[in-house]
């Protein structure tokens, strides 16, 4: 009998796409820059879905971001579809537009290449699933970032140059247009600079503007609610004046690109007249005088009382005596309490809290004056230690003591009955209540020992 063979063939798989992403960036939205994106996303379009072997995964491109931050939302949402399993490889045209910081760069490669995605740099040719792709890369990735560095401080020297010349462009302010690199006034805002200074110099503080400013409905420079620090840098802003001060700021370091105040650590450049002033001189000066006043008394500028801020020392537990208030209007209650009373964190001193006006008026007592006087008090008091008594303790500044009760504690009516030899005092009763209704109440006197 013949033998009958059958052959099966053996089964091709089909070879599986390659789902390719690319990124694009450009640091600046101008104009010419975002042409630039635009034909950078157009290309790597076509560029990927020309490859047969690739399949279109998108073109993630952020504008006006800068390699060096970390907050770009395109290039965030890439590297959560990969995490995500959606993307196997990312092309890009260079190490710099994929970004600057070395340490992060090669971190989010070596993320990548864990989740067996590999990136690749057109420009440098490198693929970072090759042995020698992250070698190169950090070597690449160096010179990028000191690249970052150099250009960096060419700008801020070109920045400053224009500002000694006086050539430098003054940034949008709350109050002002900016048209041909000038301050134009915006009525509606100018009007509500105007009302800040004028309720400053009434008397109100930063956060009390701010509330009234809400009151009234009136939008912030951000659209939002008024804010008391908004207030403060729009009273000591001199561009409302017409002045510009250039570099109050700086950027410290090129990575993160944050600001940081400048405190003389770079000089500062003042131009005067430069554009319509919202506020004259004279009224900009007195509220900056107005303001060093104040801030010498403390943080409460409404109150002459702050000038107590870090001054009330507690016996029990050695912390410092705070501001605190209830109520609005005429009903508001100042006083001032323990630091250490504080039940949020587990401290609960006993010392009790004590009525503003009630310390005005014992400080204006030792000081022999007739009424509360900040300046004297800042001049002749060190600090004032209270205990738990009601009792105060003014320490001057020449290291002299004077002892004052700021409450007396009312006469109570009691008769010794006796002493008890278990706490060694006298034994009391205190009477309560009036006729028919009178009764003893058992206490220690405050006579002390026998």
């Known amino acids: 009998m013949e033998r009958k ?18 990124y694009a960036r450009v640091s600046l939205g101008t104009e010419q820059m975002l042409h630039s994106l635009a034909a950078q996303v157009s290309y790597y379009s076509n560029y990927i879905q020309s490859n047969s072997e690739w399949q279109y995964a998108g073109v993630y491109a952020d504008a006006n971001e800068t390699g060096t931050k970390e907050n ?17 490889k990312v092309i890009t045209k260079s190490i710099s537009r994929f970004g600057r910081n070395t340490v992060a760069l090669l971190e989010t490669v070596r993320e990548l290449k864990d989740l067996g995605i590999g990136v690749w740099f057109e420009e440098q ?23 970052s560095r150099s250009v960096s ?27 041909n690199d000038t301050l134009i006034i915006e009525p509606q805002q100018a009007e509500v600079v105007k009302m800040i200074f004028d309720y400053f110099l009434e ?36 561009k409302m004046c017409g002045n510009l001060i250039f570099q109050s700021s700086f950027i410290a370091d090129h990575i993160s690109k ?20 919202i506020i004259s001189v ?22 002459e009382g702050s000038v107590f801020r870090k001054k009330i020392e507690c016996a029990n537990c050695g912390r410092k005596f705070c501001h605190t208030s209830n109520g609005k209007g005429e009903s508001k209650h100042r006083a001032w309490i323990c630091g250490g009373r504080d039940k949020r964190i587990g401290i609960n001193c006993s010392a009790l809290s004590i009525p503003e006006p009630t310390l005005m008026k014992v400080t204006a007592e030792v000081l022999g004056l007739d009424e509360f006087d900040g300046t004297i008090f800042t001049e002749q008091i060190e600090k004032i230690i209270a205990h738990d008594n009601r009792e105060l303790t003014f320490v001057f500044n020449d290291g002299s ?26 034994i009391c009763y205190s009477i309560i209540g009036k006729g028919n209704g009178k009764r003893k109440k058992k206490e220690v006197c405050e006579g002390g020992k026998d």
Request: with cysteine; aromatic share 6%.
């Open 5 to 22: 063979i059958t052959i099966t063939p053996v089964a091709t798989a089909i070879p599986k796409k390659i789902r390719v992403a690319a």
């Open 72 to 88: 770009r939302p395109e290039f965030i949402r890439l590297i959560e579809d990969c995490r995500a399993g959606l993307i196997d």
């Open 125 to 147: 040719n490198i693929d970072t699933l090759t042995n020698d792709g992250e070698l190169m890369l950090a070597i690449i990735a160096g010179f990028a970032q000191e690249e």
């Open 153 to 179: 401080e060419n700008i801020k020297w070109r920045k400053r140059n224009d500002m000694k010349s006086g050539k430098a462009k003054p940034s949008k302010v709350y109050g002002y247009t900016a048209h």
């Open 203 to 238: 008397g109100l503080g930063q956060t009390t503007i701010a509330n009234k400013l809400n009151e009234q409905g009136i939008k912030s420079p951000t659209g939002c609610k008024w804010l008391s620090s908004t207030v403060r840098r729009i009273l000591t802003n001199p």
């Open 258 to 277: 944050k600001q940081k105040r400048n405190k003389g650590e770079l000089p500062m450049y003042q131009l005067e007249n430069t554009h319509e002033p």
């Open 282 to 303: 004279e009224v900009f000066n007195a509220v900056q005088a107005e303001l060093k006043r104040r801030n010498n008394f403390g943080s409460l500028y409404e109150s």
């Open 401 to 426: 003591a004077v002892k004052m009760h700021w409450q007396k504690r009312k006469p109570v009516p009691y008769s010794i009955i006796g002493s008890d030899k278990r706490v060694g005092r006298n």
